[in-house]
Protein backbone atom coordinates (compact mmCIF):
# COMPACT_ATOMS: atom_id res chain seq x y z
CA UNK A 1 0.00 0.00 0.00
CA UNK A 2 3.07 3.16 1.37
CA UNK A 3 6.38 2.50 0.95
CA UNK A 4 8.45 5.06 2.43
CA UNK A 5 11.75 4.22 0.68
CA UNK A 6 14.93 6.17 2.32
CA UNK A 7 13.78 9.84 2.48
CA UNK A 8 16.03 12.30 3.62
CA UNK A 9 13.69 15.81 4.39
CA UNK A 10 14.78 19.34 5.19
CA UNK A 11 13.51 22.16 6.74
CA UNK A 12 15.27 24.98 4.70
CA UNK A 13 18.91 23.98 5.69
CA UNK A 14 18.02 21.96 8.87
CA UNK A 15 18.41 18.16 8.04
CA UNK A 16 15.29 16.45 9.76
CA UNK A 17 14.86 12.79 8.86
CA UNK A 18 17.72 10.90 7.83
CA UNK A 19 17.24 7.50 5.62
CA UNK A 20 13.03 7.01 6.99
CA UNK A 21 11.84 4.11 5.58
CA UNK A 22 8.90 2.45 6.25
CA UNK A 23 5.89 0.15 5.28
CA UNK A 24 2.27 0.27 5.69
CA UNK A 25 0.61 -3.18 4.18
CA UNK A 26 -3.30 -3.28 2.97
CA UNK A 27 -5.78 -3.06 6.32
CA UNK A 28 -2.67 -2.70 8.64
CA UNK A 29 -2.76 -0.01 10.94
CA UNK A 30 0.95 0.70 11.88
CA UNK A 31 2.29 2.86 14.37
CA UNK A 32 5.17 5.63 13.90
CA UNK A 33 6.04 6.20 17.69
CA UNK A 34 8.58 8.73 19.14
CA UNK A 35 9.04 11.14 21.54
CA UNK A 36 8.50 14.94 21.22
CA UNK A 37 10.46 16.51 18.06
CA UNK A 38 11.45 12.79 17.04
CA UNK A 39 10.50 13.41 13.30
CA UNK A 40 6.46 11.91 13.55
CA UNK A 41 5.03 15.03 11.71
CA UNK A 42 8.09 15.90 9.57
CA UNK A 43 7.48 12.06 8.29
CA UNK A 44 3.74 12.94 7.71
CA UNK A 45 4.31 15.92 6.09
CA UNK A 46 7.05 14.16 3.59
CA UNK A 47 4.04 12.03 2.24
CA UNK A 48 1.88 13.71 1.78
CA UNK A 49 3.85 16.41 -0.18
CA UNK A 50 3.32 19.35 2.19
CA UNK A 51 7.61 19.09 3.16
CA UNK A 52 8.60 16.40 0.29
CA UNK A 53 11.97 14.58 0.60
CA UNK A 54 15.00 15.72 -1.03
CA UNK A 55 16.19 11.89 -1.40
CA UNK A 56 14.35 8.92 -1.39
CA UNK A 57 10.82 8.03 -2.86
CA UNK A 58 7.68 7.67 -1.57
CA UNK A 59 5.59 5.19 -3.32
CA UNK A 60 1.44 4.23 -2.80
CA UNK A 61 0.42 1.44 -4.56
CA UNK A 62 3.15 0.95 -6.84
CA UNK A 63 2.77 4.68 -8.09
CA UNK A 64 6.36 6.91 -7.35
CA UNK A 65 4.18 9.74 -5.60
CA UNK A 66 7.24 11.77 -3.84
CA UNK A 67 6.23 15.49 -3.87
CA UNK A 68 2.76 15.09 -5.06
CA UNK A 69 0.66 18.10 -4.19
CA UNK A 70 -1.17 17.35 -1.07
CA UNK A 71 -5.12 17.86 -2.71
CA UNK A 72 -3.76 15.22 -5.69
CA UNK A 73 -2.99 12.28 -2.98
CA UNK A 74 -6.24 13.36 -1.42
CA UNK A 75 -7.86 12.28 -4.37
CA UNK A 76 -5.85 9.50 -5.27
CA UNK A 77 -6.73 7.97 -1.74
CA UNK A 78 -4.60 9.49 0.79
CA UNK A 79 -6.32 11.22 3.76
CA UNK A 80 -4.52 13.23 6.34
CA UNK A 81 -5.27 14.35 9.82
CA UNK A 82 -2.52 17.19 10.93
CA UNK A 83 -1.65 17.34 14.24
CA UNK A 84 -3.27 20.41 14.39
CA UNK A 85 -7.65 20.08 14.50
CA UNK A 86 -7.93 22.41 12.08
CA UNK A 87 -11.58 22.92 11.17
CA UNK A 88 -13.26 25.69 9.26
CA UNK A 89 -14.27 27.38 12.11
CA UNK A 90 -17.38 29.76 10.71
CA UNK A 91 -18.87 26.66 8.85
CA UNK A 92 -20.86 23.89 10.81
CA UNK A 93 -20.04 20.99 11.26
CA UNK A 94 -22.19 19.26 8.40
CA UNK A 95 -20.66 21.89 5.97
CA UNK A 96 -17.01 20.83 6.32
CA UNK A 97 -17.67 17.60 5.55
CA UNK A 98 -19.97 19.03 2.05
CA UNK A 99 -17.43 21.37 0.87
CA UNK A 100 -15.00 18.25 0.56
CA UNK A 101 -17.24 16.49 -1.27
CA UNK A 102 -15.48 14.51 -4.22
CA UNK A 103 -19.12 13.11 -6.57
CA UNK A 104 -16.86 9.66 -7.48
CA UNK A 105 -16.58 8.89 -3.49
CA UNK A 106 -17.34 6.09 -2.12
CA UNK A 107 -17.60 7.79 1.21
CA UNK A 108 -20.87 10.08 1.34
CA UNK A 109 -21.97 12.34 4.55
CA UNK A 110 -24.34 10.00 5.59
CA UNK A 111 -21.88 6.84 5.94
CA UNK A 112 -19.79 9.42 7.85
CA UNK A 113 -22.08 9.74 10.22
CA UNK A 114 -22.98 6.11 10.35
CA UNK A 115 -19.65 5.75 11.79
CA UNK A 116 -19.44 8.77 13.75
CA UNK A 117 -23.26 9.24 15.57
CA UNK A 118 -22.08 11.74 17.78
CA UNK A 119 -20.99 13.79 14.95
CA UNK A 120 -24.21 13.65 13.63
CA UNK A 121 -26.33 14.89 16.30
CA UNK A 122 -24.00 18.13 15.97
CA UNK A 123 -24.12 18.91 12.34
CA UNK A 124 -25.55 22.12 12.69
CA UNK A 125 -22.85 23.28 15.32
CA UNK A 126 -20.27 25.91 14.09
CA UNK A 127 -17.13 23.89 14.15
CA UNK A 128 -15.53 26.80 15.89
CA UNK A 129 -17.13 26.09 18.62
CA UNK A 130 -16.49 22.47 19.11
CA UNK A 131 -14.22 20.78 21.74
CA UNK A 132 -11.18 19.83 20.99
CA UNK A 133 -12.74 16.06 20.74
CA UNK A 134 -14.95 16.94 18.50
CA UNK A 135 -13.18 18.77 16.63
CA UNK A 136 -10.68 15.80 16.47
CA UNK A 137 -13.69 13.23 15.12
CA UNK A 138 -14.55 16.31 12.84
CA UNK A 139 -11.10 16.42 10.81
CA UNK A 140 -11.14 12.13 10.91
CA UNK A 141 -14.65 12.11 9.53
CA UNK A 142 -13.49 14.98 6.61
CA UNK A 143 -10.84 13.17 5.91
CA UNK A 144 -12.84 10.49 5.14
CA UNK A 145 -14.91 12.39 2.65
CA UNK A 146 -12.13 11.53 0.30
CA UNK A 147 -12.78 7.74 0.89
CA UNK A 148 -9.29 6.99 1.69
CA UNK A 149 -7.76 3.35 1.42
CA UNK A 150 -4.69 4.73 3.44
CA UNK A 151 -5.46 7.42 6.52
CA UNK A 152 -2.17 9.36 8.16
CA UNK A 153 -3.36 9.65 11.63
CA UNK A 154 -0.64 12.31 13.55
CA UNK A 155 -1.30 12.06 17.07
CA UNK A 156 -5.05 12.29 17.03
CA UNK A 157 -5.71 11.58 21.04
CA UNK A 158 -2.99 14.28 22.09
CA UNK A 159 -4.04 16.49 24.86
CA UNK A 160 -7.81 14.79 24.93
CA UNK A 161 -9.15 13.82 28.16
CA UNK A 162 -9.39 10.18 28.45
CA UNK A 163 -13.04 9.32 27.89
CA UNK A 164 -12.46 11.36 24.86
CA UNK A 165 -9.55 9.09 23.84
CA UNK A 166 -11.29 5.61 25.04
CA UNK A 167 -14.16 6.80 21.92
CA UNK A 168 -11.63 8.05 19.56
CA UNK A 169 -9.88 4.87 19.90
CA UNK A 170 -12.84 2.77 19.19
CA UNK A 171 -13.61 4.84 15.67
CA UNK A 172 -10.34 3.94 14.77
CA UNK A 173 -10.54 0.50 14.84
CA UNK A 174 -13.95 1.20 13.59
CA UNK A 175 -12.06 2.33 10.25
CA UNK A 176 -9.82 -0.41 10.43
CA UNK A 177 -12.69 -2.33 10.53
CA UNK A 178 -13.70 -0.50 7.05
CA UNK A 179 -10.46 -2.06 5.69
CA UNK A 180 -8.60 1.16 5.51
CA UNK A 181 -4.88 1.33 6.35
CA UNK A 182 -3.69 3.19 8.75
CA UNK A 183 -0.16 5.05 10.02
CA UNK A 184 -0.57 6.57 13.07
CA UNK A 185 2.01 8.57 14.88
CA UNK A 186 1.72 8.83 18.53
CA UNK A 187 3.83 9.26 21.83
CA UNK A 188 1.91 7.31 24.38
CA UNK A 189 2.64 3.53 23.74
CA UNK A 190 0.02 2.45 25.85
CA UNK A 191 -2.73 3.76 24.06
CA UNK A 192 -1.03 2.90 20.22
CA UNK A 193 -0.25 -0.23 21.60
CA UNK A 194 -4.75 -1.28 21.69
CA UNK A 195 -4.79 -0.39 17.90
CA UNK A 196 -1.70 -1.30 16.25
CA UNK A 197 -0.56 -4.40 14.17
CA UNK A 198 3.39 -3.61 13.83
CA UNK A 199 5.14 -0.26 15.04
CA UNK A 200 8.21 1.93 13.90
CA UNK A 201 10.19 3.73 16.75
CA UNK A 202 11.61 6.82 15.36
CA UNK A 203 14.20 8.96 17.27
CA UNK A 204 16.16 11.70 16.17
CA UNK A 205 14.58 11.84 12.46
CA UNK A 206 16.04 7.89 12.15
CA UNK A 207 14.11 4.69 12.69
CA UNK A 208 15.52 2.51 15.74
CA UNK A 209 12.87 -0.15 16.08
CA UNK A 210 10.47 -2.24 13.60
CA UNK A 211 8.83 -5.34 15.48
CA UNK A 212 4.95 -6.35 15.71
CA UNK A 213 3.17 -4.90 18.51
CA UNK A 214 3.67 -7.85 20.72
CA UNK A 215 7.42 -7.51 20.24
CA UNK A 216 7.48 -3.82 21.26
CA UNK A 217 5.07 -4.88 24.18
CA UNK A 218 7.66 -7.10 25.46
CA UNK A 219 10.96 -5.17 24.20
CA UNK A 220 11.05 -3.08 27.59
CA UNK A 221 14.72 -1.78 27.13
CA UNK A 222 13.71 -0.05 23.39
CA UNK A 223 10.59 1.30 25.50
CA UNK A 224 12.40 2.95 28.23
CA UNK A 225 15.01 4.11 25.33
CA UNK A 226 13.01 5.53 23.17
CA UNK A 227 9.59 6.22 24.36
CA UNK A 228 7.96 7.37 27.67
CA UNK A 229 6.90 4.37 29.08
N1 LIG B 1 8.84 24.26 10.36
C1 LIG B 1 9.97 23.81 10.92
N2 LIG B 1 11.14 24.44 10.71
C2 LIG B 1 12.30 23.99 11.26
N3 LIG B 1 12.38 22.91 12.06
C3 LIG B 1 11.25 22.24 12.31
C4 LIG B 1 9.99 22.65 11.77
N4 LIG B 1 9.03 21.80 12.20
C5 LIG B 1 9.68 20.89 12.97
N5 LIG B 1 11.00 21.16 13.04
C6 LIG B 1 12.02 20.36 13.76
O1 LIG B 1 12.03 19.07 13.19
C7 LIG B 1 12.24 18.08 14.18
C8 LIG B 1 11.14 17.05 14.07
O2 LIG B 1 9.89 17.66 14.37
P1 LIG B 1 8.50 16.92 14.21
O3 LIG B 1 7.46 17.95 14.34
O4 LIG B 1 8.54 16.09 12.99
O5 LIG B 1 8.51 15.96 15.48
P2 LIG B 1 7.32 15.12 16.11
O6 LIG B 1 7.87 13.75 16.32
O7 LIG B 1 6.12 15.27 15.30
O8 LIG B 1 7.14 15.81 17.53
P3 LIG B 1 5.79 16.07 18.39
O9 LIG B 1 5.56 14.82 19.17
O10 LIG B 1 6.17 17.20 19.28
O11 LIG B 1 4.69 16.40 17.46
C9 LIG B 1 12.29 18.82 15.52
O12 LIG B 1 13.62 18.98 15.88
C10 LIG B 1 11.64 20.14 15.21
O13 LIG B 1 12.19 21.16 16.02
MG1 LIG C 1 4.25 16.01 15.67
Do not use: C
Amino acid sequence: MLDVASIHTYYGLSHILFDVSLKVDKGEVVGLLGRNGAGKSTTMRSIMGLTPPREGKIIFKGEDITGEKPFKLFRKGIGYVPDDRRVFADLSVDDNLEIVYQRDSKWSKQRVYELFPALEEIKSRRAGNLSGGEQQMLTIARALMGSPELLLLDEPTEGLAPLIVRDLEEQILKLKKAGISILLSEQNIKSALKLIDRAYIIDNGRIRYEGTASELDANEEVKKRYLMV
